[in-house]
């Protein structure tokens, strides 16, 4: 059975940080790529983060220079650390793992980011 288990959500202040963390079971989690969304309250689910087995990584615009994506593919789990944090930054944070045909999801974790 597949699961991606996200973690590390909560509530945070402006300019503040948090460090998700998803961990996988029931895949090879080395031949996934890895990814983090978020869907916003009344947005559509967006790309956060993307890191590829052998650690590379990719961006969504907003999030560029705050948040920082990394993999420890010897504990099958992928991180989302997030500095600097915005209220618009609120949302519902997912974990994704894609190996065609398969593709994966958590159940998400909460963060609000609220003075």
């Known amino acids: 059975q597949v699961q991606l288990v996200e973690s590390g959500g909560g509530l945070v202040q402006p300019g503040g940080s948090l460090r998700l963390s998803c961990k996988a079971s029931g895949i090879i989690f080395g031949n996934y790529l890895m990814s983090w969304y978020r869907q916003g309250p009344g947005k559509q689910r967006e790309l956060v983060a993307t890191?590829?087995?052998?650690?590379?990584?990719n961006y969504g615009d907003s999030v560029k220079g705050r948040f920082t994506v990394s993999r420890d593919n010897a504990k099958n789990t992928v991180y989302l650390q997030m500095n600097s944090l915005k209220p618009e930054d609120t949302a519902v944070y997912y974990c994704?793992?894609?190996?065609?045909?398969?593709?994966?999801w958590g159940q998400g974790t909460q963060v609000t980011v609220s003075s």
């Open positions: 890191c590829t087995s052998s650690g590379r990584t």
């Open positions: 994704n793992g894609k190996n065609f045909p398969n593709d994966y």
